[in-house]
Each structure stands twice: as structure tokens, then as C-alpha cells.
């Protein structure tokens, strides 16, 4: 909902207003009425039953997806045929375990589409191999229950001229545009309901609050509104995620460290929140870590040999002590020291962090540093380009022979400065940005414009990648020396047009 309130407000507002699913009476699931049509709707769950792309956040909490055997009485790539009575749907797939506590599941979605009485039903049916319907057995982990359906169905005719002209009105995008103010006619209601609970938890209340957790449910009704909603305005341009760093593999080794360093939850000892540090910190080791292994040779015992990184601004140090308790060497560096350093370094020897006041003009790193980390280091992330093109001084550790060779680039822009330590005055920019972002006018996009046109002007090749962290501000920026000498007077210019 965020990305779409920088769109029109009156296409917009009028339509997520009514997000707001309630319980059903006397049944488990969730209720919505809504504006849009079958045809709109329909092609929503499509997505949710045919496109992996699409579908595999929802899926994320519980399990990864691939696809086992597709079948179907007619093809979803062709285009919806309202003078067909009904339409009946089937796919089988299989969801593969993140760990190897839980079995596989087999997956069954059969949806049935009567177009002539406008309603449609899409049950989603979980079974483990040999599992038998009827069984005591417990359902699967993913999503706690046998089967869920989604439902469409038109409400009672109204003779309101509105309801009429929307229902006609959103069988095709974009949608019309609605004046400030205006309160739109529900036309239909979507839902959610719960089906084939295993017969101890449906004799058991308690048991059937706590194993069909209603908040997932919820969620998956909020996202098909709001999934359908989008393609009524018109589509919007999905997040690109996992661009360097492989979704099913990232999420195993995050999954692996968080149990790893879970401690550091019970144990934090800075005013901060741990929910939020720990976790995006671990995510970032996660995602780094693989990517250094994918960098230097697909090897870890290789990367651990080659990386020497140097986390600028690391604030707390919590990234330079996870990345050195997983093997790799560097340090981490900030103007002040903080209360939790004495903790890493008796934890971890190895752990080198230093308080310094990093002087920008005259700053330079060691000569092995092979990756440069700027994770939300403020006033230091426009600097940090510049930074790895100075000579250098002498090397901390002996990581590679060529130490000539310009670092990677790890940055992660949160507040917005520029590089006189002032805010950010936003500028009109062609740099190229995530295509998500391409239309947007926040300030957000012309700050990662501003940094890549830095590492840009530095003979750095830029690269986006969405992380999966618990932040707002989630684009990083992975740069790679593209081996041509940085042209100080596009520096200058960059610099000029953003004075």
C-alpha cells in the first residue's frame, strides 16, 4: 500500500479503503466486498496457481516452491471466455521444505469458475506423501490445515446507477477515475475459508486456534485484494529480488544463522531494538556471505581466503562480529565507539574494531581490502566510491596478490546526505534505477540515483538488488570496478548538479 499512495489519489484511495477483512460468523475464514469483477479476479488467482515468480513470497514463511506436474481443462495463458458456463481447473505441485525437520507436502489447487452465475470457488488442498484425508495424523507445518478455499460471489442487485456503472467499469483496466471523497458500491465479496481440519482439533477450539493461526489467512485475503485491485488500475512492476544471490539458497542460510545467533535477542545490552538489528544483520551476513562465495570462485573456503571487507560507519559492529565469527577477515570502523564493542571482542578475538574519525579527504583503506560495506552509514555512503579508488596503506591481511585491484562495493543508503554532510536536495535524474522504481517521484529513488552516478563516475559497474531485511530502505547497491580510471570531471558534474 505504500508504493501506491505516490499514485493519483483519487484512482487510489477510494479502492484500498475498504481493506478491511472481517471474520466470518460461525466459520473460520475472512470476509471482503469488494468492487472488482470475476474476470479480474480470476486472473489474480491464475497468477497464484500457475506463476512461481509471483507466488513465492506468499509461500515464504513456510516452504520454498517447484512445481511437480501442471494439468487443466483448458490453458490459463488464453484469454477468459464469458459465454463459457464453467470452467474447472486443476494443478499439482509440491513444497519443498526449508529444513530438513519437515517432510515434503504435496499441494492440489482445483478451482471451479461458473461464468454465467458470475462465482468462482479455488481450494488450495495439503497433504504429506501417503497421508490419509481422514487421518489424526498432524496437518502439514506450512499452513496448518488440510485445505483453504478462496470464493467469489456477486452480492444482491442494488439499483444504484454506481453499482451498476463500477461493476461494468472494472471488467477492464485501468479503472475509471474516482473524485476524492467518493464512497464506492461493493459489488461482490471474496473470502477465505477453512476446510478439513484433522477431527481432534475440530472437537478442540483451543487446539484450533492455536495450529490454524487466522493471521496467515488474513494475509493471504488481503493479498489477493490487493493483487486484484493492482490489476484493476492497471498492473504494477513487481520487486526485483534475488538478483545476485539465489532465493531458495539465501533463505536456508538465513534460516541456519538465525538459529545460530539466536542468542543475541536475550542478550542485547544496547538501547536499540534487537528484533530489528539482530535479524537485518544476520540477513545481511546471510546474503553477503553468499555472495562472496559466488564472487570469489563458488568456493567458501576460497572467498574466506580472498575477502578482507571494511564495514565503514558499522555503528554497533554487529555486522564486522557476525561476518568474523562466519570466517571471514576484516573491520569495522566508526566515529565513536559503542557500550556492546568490549562484548565482541571477548566473544571474538579475532574481531577488529576501531574508533576513529574517518577524515574524507585524507582517509585511506588498507591495501587488501577487497569488498567496501557502507550498511546505512549515513553521511559516509557518498564518500565511499572515492574511498576505494585512493591509494592505499598498508595491508591488515594477506588476501590476495594483486592488491592493486579496486574493491567491490557493498552500499546500503538509508538517510539521505550528500557529500558535504548536508541533506540531500533532490535533482531530476536519468540514472538507471530497480524497474519498480522507474515511475516513482520519491526522494528514495533520486538518492540511489545519487550514489550510483558516484560509483558510476568511479569506474564502478552498478548493480541493484532488492534484500530481504526487516527495512524500508532495502535497495543495495553492489558495484564491481569495471577496470577504466574514474574521470574526476564526472565527478564534478555529478556533484554539480546535485549541489
Known sequence: MGKQKKQLKNRVDPYFMMLNPQPIASAHGYVQDVVFSLPLFHQTMLKWMDDPSEIQHIYSQFATFSLDATSSTSSSSSPVDPTTQNEHLTRRRTLMPKGPDFPHVCEQIEAIIDWSANTASYTFSYARPALAPESDAPPPNYFQVQSFTFRYAPLSPTASDLSTALQAATSTHPAPAIAPGTQLVPTARISIHLNHLPPTTRRNPAALRAVSKPYVYEDLLRRAYKWTVHAMLGGYTPVAKDVLVARDVFAAHYKALKKKYAYLLTSWTESTDPQKFVYEDVALTAYLTLLWVATHGQSEAQAKREVVFADLGCGNGLLTYLLTMEGYRGYGVDIRARKIWPRWREECPQVVLVESTLDLQTYALPADVTWVIGNHADELCPWIAELAMRPRTAPIATAHDDTSIAPHLFVLPCCFYNREGNLFAPKASSFPVPQHLEAAGSR?????????????????????????????????????????????????????ATA
Open 444 to 496: 528514495y529513488k533520486r538518492y540511489l540515483q545519487y550514489i550510483g552516478e558516484l560509483c558510476d563516475a568511479m569506474g564502478f559497474d552498478v548493480t541493484y538488488d532488492a534484500l530481504r531485511i526487516p527495512s524500508t530502505k532495502n535497495q543495495a547497491l553492489i558495484c564491481k570496478f569495471r577496470g577504466v580510471a574514474p574521470k574526476s570531471e564526472q565527478l564534478q558534474v555529478t556533484e554539480d
